[in-house]
């Protein structure tokens, strides 16, 4: 079946310093990808649409410059934290799609100290 | 360990008439159960949750869903479907160990006219 990689699985970083989080789908094209946060005890939500050639499309209230975000191939997707706070500590997990299957990566949880 | 089913792959349901899509779930403890919806072209959308309370729980575009312990069941219901309710389904439960959502394969939902 198909498959998307999400690396790393977990970081820990300094408050100030940037992370840079990979969605692969390893078996597929994905012109589109999407990607969630998922705060402690919250359910998922979507932070933004990740379009292969093209600027993302975020969901309100999510901060673009804060949440880089580039699709460069159809089958790779980064999500960059750019000067991280603890406020940025979370999970955050992307998806794919294929023959309509929703597929996951196993997400990645990030703290910030 | 915990896991989710969704035992149809699509349902069909004209519009005006009442759809279900259905959901089981095997959790130790008390489950925390979710819907999520996926239009064509657009990231997961949180539709309702189930936490604790009422087995009846409301949710986004009229939707609803029913709690019920003994069958370990979380359907999603609504009482007249519209057209621009086609889209795919997911139901997901909270793996407590983890506290990471665990999805259901999903369920499409077609609404003819």
């Known amino acids: 079946g198909a498959v998307v990689s999400q690396h790393p699985s977990w970081v820990i970083c300094k408050s100030g310093t940037s992370v840079k989080i990979e969605c692969r789908s390893l078996?597929?094209?994905?012109?589109?990808m999407f990607w969630y946060r998922q705060f402690p005890k919250q359910s998922l939500m979507l932070m933004a649409t990740?379009?292969?050639?093209?600027?993302?499309?975020?969901e309100q209230g999510v901060e673009k410059d804060k949440f880089l975000i580039n699709h460069a191939s159809l089958t790779l997707s980064t999500l960059t934290v750019t000067s991280a706070h603890p406020e940025d500590s979370s999970f955050y997990i992307c998806?794919?799609?294929?023959?309509?299957?929703?597929?996951f990566g196993s997400g990645t949880q990030l703290s910030v100290l | 360990a915990q896991s989710v089913a969704q035992p149809e792959d699509q349902v069909n349901v004209a519009e005006g008439n009442p759809l279900t899509v259905k959901c089981t779930y095997s959790?130790?403890?008390?489950?925390?159960l979710f819907w999520y919806v996926q239009y064509p072209n657009r990231g997961l959308q949180f539709l309702l949750k189930?936490?604790?309370?009422?087995?009846l729980v409301k949710g986004s575009y009229g939707f609803e869903a029913e709690f019920n312990k003994s069958q370990t069941s979380f359907h999603l219901k609504k009482p007249s479907a519209l057209v621009s309710d086609s889209a795919l389904y997911f139901c997901?439960?909270?793996?407590?160990?983890?506290?990471?959502?665990?999805f259901g394969t999903g369920t499409r939902l077609q609404v003819f006219p």
């Open positions: 998806s794919a799609n294929t023959n309509e299957k929703l597929f």
């Open positions: 990740s379009n292969e050639g093209s600027k993302a499309t975020y």
């Open positions: 189930y936490i604790t309370g009422d087995n």
């Open positions: 997901a439960v909270r793996d407590m160990n983890t506290d990471k959502l665990i």
């Open positions: 078996d597929f094209q994905a012109t589109t």
């Open positions: 959790v130790s403890g008390n489950p925390y």
